[in-house]
């Protein structure tokens, strides 16, 4: 009997280890169950704390919509007068741009106060030196006539130059034409003459027949250009199928103030000389006993320089080649601006080139 009581009380005691350990087991039961109701708690309220956030951003975001409309609104409100004295604060292609928002937009962007402020303010004075000045004065809007002398340069002194606008800022730009340059031997018959072209802008052009002095000077005041503005000359011309003398060699030009620091640099008036150096012809020499190959002698370096600039092709099918780049300062810069092209040193004959004028107007239009 006592071992079965010891048994029994040692089961028994066993019972009630193993009671304790279950009581313990639902105490931690219930305590992770505390902690997870107080955590699913927390994660509510944090999730109430992050609408109630999304719903004050999307209020204020729409107070800022209201305020932006209420801005529009004001502005809209604003007088014509006002709208138009501040876009022509702006440049012509952002006028443009303003006259497709509204039509109130478009009546400001239109108007003459605007356009008048886009055009030179010696505009007028330029104009009157025209032989036929008045047209374009009574006829047009502010508007008309700035792209008019955008896309027709309009002859003044006596229809030796040639007076036009930049389309997209308004600068001045100008051609001299040929009969306004000083061209060595231009009067002579026997070395340049004067001939008419359909695709000309003036009346007459110079053909350069023949000559071994290749020299071209022309000049301009640099009070007839925009302030603050850098200006490159151009000289415009077109080679004919004779052309001969130029193959190899490269002209000095010049472009600067007199007596001032100049623009010097060397280039080509060959338009087909760059192509001949990338792909050289090879005649082929054929004899009886034998075959060879020799370079033709128009691919051979030249002397001089080889980073020269070359003509390129413009709008109007002439060829052009910058001569050299000048920046016009403010108010009060005064001079003359002279630019050369020649070559005097190698004293070879030259000629079948055609030459317009020379053409000054802001770098890298």
């Known amino acids: 009997m006592y071992i079965y009581r010891d048994r029994r009380e040692t089961r028994t005691g066993m019972y009630g280890i193993k009671g304790e350990a279950e009581e313990r087991h639902i105490e931690r039961e219930s305590e992770n169950n505390s902690v997870c109701d107080f955590l699913f708690v927390r994660m509510g309220m944090n999730m109430a704390t992050q609408n109630d956030r999304e719903r004050e951003i999307k209020k204020l975001e729409e107070e800022d919509d209201d305020d932006d409309d209420k801005a529009v609104d004001y502005f809209y409100k604003l007088p014509g007068d006002c709208?138009?004295?501040?876009?022509?604060?702006?440049?012509?292609?952002?006028?443009?741009?303003?006259?497709l928002v509204s039509p109130a937009f478009r009546s400001a962007a239109e108007s003459n106060s605007v356009w008048e402020r886009f055009l030179p303010p010696d505009c007028y004075s330029i104009i009157s030196r025209s032989p036929?000045?008045?047209?374009?004065?009574?006829?047009?809007?502010?508007?008309?006539?700035?792209?008019?002398?955008?896309?027709?340069?309009?002859?003044?002194?006596?229809?030796?130059?040639?007076?036009?606008?930049?389309k997209w800022s308004g600068k001045k730009c100008y051609m001299i034409s040929a009969r306004d340059?000083?061209?060595?031997?231009?009067?002579?018959?026997?070395?340049?003459?004067?001939?008419?072209?359909?695709?000309?802008?003036?009346?007459?052009?110079?053909?350069?027949i023949a000559v071994c002095w290749f020299e071209i000077r022309g000049k301009l005041d640099v009070r007839m250009l925009s302030p603050l503005t850098t200006y490159a000359a151009y000289l415009v011309f077109k080679s004919t199928t004779s052309a001969y003398g130029?193959?190899?060699?490269?002209?000095?030009?010049?472009?600067?103030?007199?007596?001032?620091?100049?623009?010097?640099?060397?280039?080509?008036?060959?338009?087909?000389?760059?192509?001949?150096?990338?792909?050289?012809?090879?005649?082929?020499?054929?004899?009886?006993?034998?075959?060879?190959?020799?370079?033709?002698?128009?691919?051979?370096?030249?002397?001089g320089n080889e980073n020269g600039t070359y003509p390129k092709e413009r709008k109007d099918g002439w060829l052009e080649i910058e001569l050299g780049d000048f920046y016009c300062g403010g108010d009060g810069q005064d001079g003359e601006l002279e630019m050369s092209v020649l070559e005097?040193?190698?004293?070879?004959?030259?000629?079948?080139?055609?030459?317009?004028?020379?053409?000054?107007?802001?770098?890298?239009v």
């Not at 709208?83 to 006259?99: G, K, L, V, Y």
């Not at 008309?144 to 036009?164: A, R, T, V």
């Not at 026997?190 to 001939?195: E, S």
């Open 246 to 303: 130029f193959e190899h060699l490269p002209v000095e030009t010049t472009f600067g103030l007199v007596g001032g620091e100049t623009s010097k640099r060397n280039v080509y008036l060959d338009a087909e000389r760059r192509r001949r150096q990338r792909y050289p012809t090879l005649p082929r020499r054929l004899g009886r006993n034998y075959r060879s190959t020799i370079l033709d002698s128009r691919s051979c370096v030249p002397e």
């Open 344 to 364: 005097v040193k190698r004293g070879n004959w030259k000629g079948g080139f055609i030459f317009e004028g020379i053409e000054i107007r802001p770098k890298g």
């Open 132 to 166: 036929s000045p008045l047209p374009l004065l009574s006829c047009l809007s502010k508007k008309d006539l700035y792209f008019s002398l955008c896309d027709f340069p309009l002859f003044i002194d006596d229809g030796k130059k040639s007076f036009s606008l930049e």
């Open 181 to 208: 340059l000083l061209i060595v031997w231009g009067d002579t018959s026997r070395y340049w003459r004067w001939i008419p072209l359909p695709d000309a802008r003036f009346p007459e052009v110079a053909e350069l």
């Open 83 to 99: 709208i138009a004295n501040i876009i022509s604060f702006t440049s012509p292609c952002d006028a443009c741009r303003f006259s």
